[in-house]
């Protein structure tokens, strides 16, 4: 069975701090995981994908099979990062269940 | 409207009601979702479509009936729902592409009272 883990209900740290987010999968196959955010009155919507291996609004995260983990950081977080954020696995095999963690809360304070 | 829609936002049902919810994409997607959102839970897959033909039920009750006439649109039948039932209940799409992302509607909130 697929499961995606986000221990940490709430982040809060000062801007200009750095921020990790934790996510830890257990999945049999190859993988495909992403970061959704969702900010104050938006709907829920993507913040990247780790196929891209890209870097958006200066967030980053890193795929270990080895740990299964794919924890999202950025080095200086900003006030507009305030949002929730959802790690996500989609299963390619299993009809692309799509399966969430349970959100972490991040909290910037000026 | 692009994106996807889902209507409607705001719905209050008694336990003994029949309602639909309803949700709507133009984004050439062949995959759509239902989740359940409630408060201090994790978001709940409920419903999986892949081309109109349903490939995951995780476990939900029968008292929610999904239908997928076609690719763009999905509706969930909503009967004799419970007060636990309340809860916000997002739609997603998504291309069956390796690393596609799944867009979300605004969701509908639903009490049931």
């Known amino acids: 069975a697929q499961r995606v883990t986000q221990p940490e209900k709430l982040l809060s740290v000062f801007k200009g701090a750095p921020v990790e987010l934790k996510c830890n999968y257990s999945?049999?196959?190859?993988?495909?995981l992403f970061w959704y955010v969702q900010y104050s009155r938006q709907r829920l919507q993507l913040l990247l994908r780790?196929?891209s291996r890209e870097s958006i609004k200066g967030f980053t995260a890193d795929l270990n099979k080895g740990e299964t983990s794919f924890h999202l950081k950025k080095p200086f977080a900003q006030e507009e990062d305030s949002a929730m954020y959802y790690c996500?696995?989609?299963?390619?095999?299993?009809?692309?269940?799509?399966?969430f963690g349970g959100g972490t809360r991040v909290l910037v304070k000026p | 409207e692009t994106g996807v829609t889902q209507t409607p936002r705001h719905l209050v049902m008694g336990m003994t009601n029949k309602k639909s919810l309803k949700c709507e994409q133009h984004?050439?997607?062949?995959?759509m979702y239902w989740y359940k959102q409630s408060a201090k839970k994790p978001l709940e897959l409920m419903f999986v479509?892949?081309?109109?033909?349903?490939?995951e039920n995780n476990s939900v009750p029968s008292r929610f009936s999904p239908e997928c006439p076609n690719s763009s649109h999905l509706f969930l039948h909503l009967h004799t729902l419970q007060p636990e039932d309340s809860a916000l209940y997002l739609c997603?799409?998504?291309?069956?592409?390796?690393?596609?992302?799944?867009?979300f509607g605004q969701g509908t909130r639903l009490t049931v009272v």
């Open positions: 999945y049999s196959g190859s993988p495909e």
């Open positions: 984004l050439g997607h062949n995959a």
């Open positions: 780790h196929i």
């Open positions: 997603a799409s998504s291309q069956l592409i390796p690393g596609n992302e799944a867009f």
């Open positions: 996500a696995l989609r299963n390619p095999a299993a009809g692309n269940k799509l399966t």
């Open positions: 479509y892949n081309f109109k033909e349903q490939t």
